[in-house]
């Protein structure tokens, strides 16, 4: 990585870091009605005991916490972006290339 990527990095990272697991997101999802994020796999598993936001405690749909869930594939795909490791090991897994050829159009 260059120099520009560190500072890139060190700028952005905050934004990149899950408060659940404090790591990266790992198939960032948003909680709709704040637009907090984090990875999905956190944040499903803190909603079955909690229907609040871990941020901002914002309440979350009521008859279906899970509605309040979208994934967040800009945030997912910058982080990939960001954090060129963490990109390749997801690609690695997934065997998908799209991520990196959508880029320009998206
Ligand atoms: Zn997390
Ligand atoms: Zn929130």
């Known amino acids: 990585t260059s120099r520009s990527d560190k500072l890139l990095v060190r700028d952005v990272n905050p934004h990149l870091l899950c408060v659940l697991c404090r790591g990266y997101f790992v198939e960032a999802t948003s909680i ?26 914002v309440q979350l749909n009521r008859q279906d916490p899970f509605l309040s869930l979208k994934p967040d594939e800009i945030l ?3 982080c990939y972006k960001i954090v060129p ?4 090991s ?7 290339f799209s991520v990196r050829h959508n880029e320009a159009i998206a």
Request: charged fraction near 35%; hydrophobic fraction near 25%; aromatic fraction near 10%.
């Open 85 to 88: 490791g963490l990109y390749k």
């Open 76 to 78: 997912q795909r910058l």
């Open 32 to 57: 709709v009605e704040c637009l907090h994020s984090f990875c999905k796999s956190c944040i499903v598993k803190y909603i079955k005991t909690s229907r609040y936001c871990p941020i901002c405690d």
């Open 90 to 96: 997801e690609k690695l897994r997934r065997k998908d």
